[in-house]
């Protein structure tokens, strides 16, 4: 892919915290820190027009807890048609991973994700989507 130079005025303030953004997540320079910006922000973009994403919806929850799992079961049944895997890990003696690998229409995969996340048990979970 061919690049293109372009130059960009920025306030004081929004230099120095592209800056800081920069140093935090160690790109090696502001093009690098921009291209991802502009990047981040499209496919939040495809989110809001429920364009067909991939993502993953991680779970960490306690298998101790009654009815936790036969509820995450019975919900990812209902939205089969959107899981492509889901990979199940014992963290400890207590605890799980469940990393659901997903691709759909990125409404209704936010739609699983909230759903899964606010069954009663679980401690942690997130959704991660990318446009594809």
Same mark, same amino acid.
């Given at each position: 892919m061919q690049v293109? &130079? $372009?130059g960009v005025s920025l306030e004081k303030e929004v230099l120095d915290s592209l @800056? &800081? $953004?920069v140093e935090q997540k160690k790109f090696p320079n502001r093009s690098q820190a921009i291209r991802y910006l502009i990047r981040k922000n499209i496919k939040?973009? +495809?989110?809001?027009e429920n364009k067909i994403v /991939? =993502? /993953?919806? !991680? %779970?960490v929850y306690d298998?101790?807890? &009654?009815? %936790?799992q036969k509820h995450s079961t019975e919900l990812q049944h209902d939205y089969h048609d959107?899981? %492509? +895997? !889901?990979?199940? #890990?014992? %963290? @400890?003696h207590d605890n799980c991973l469940e990393?659901? +690998? #997903?691709? =759909?229409? /990125?409404h209704d995969l936010m739609d699983l994700a909230n759903r899964l996340i606010s069954i009663k048990g679980i401690k942690h979970g997130d959704l991660v989507m990318s446009g594809m």
């Open positions: 293109q &130079r $372009f @800056d &800081r $953004f939040e973009e +495809s989110w809001k /991939a =993502g /993953a919806i !991680v %779970l298998h101790h807890k &009654r009815e %936790l959107l899981i %492509l +895997s !889901v990979q199940h #890990v014992h %963290l @400890d990393t659901i +690998s #997903v691709k =759909g229409k /990125a």
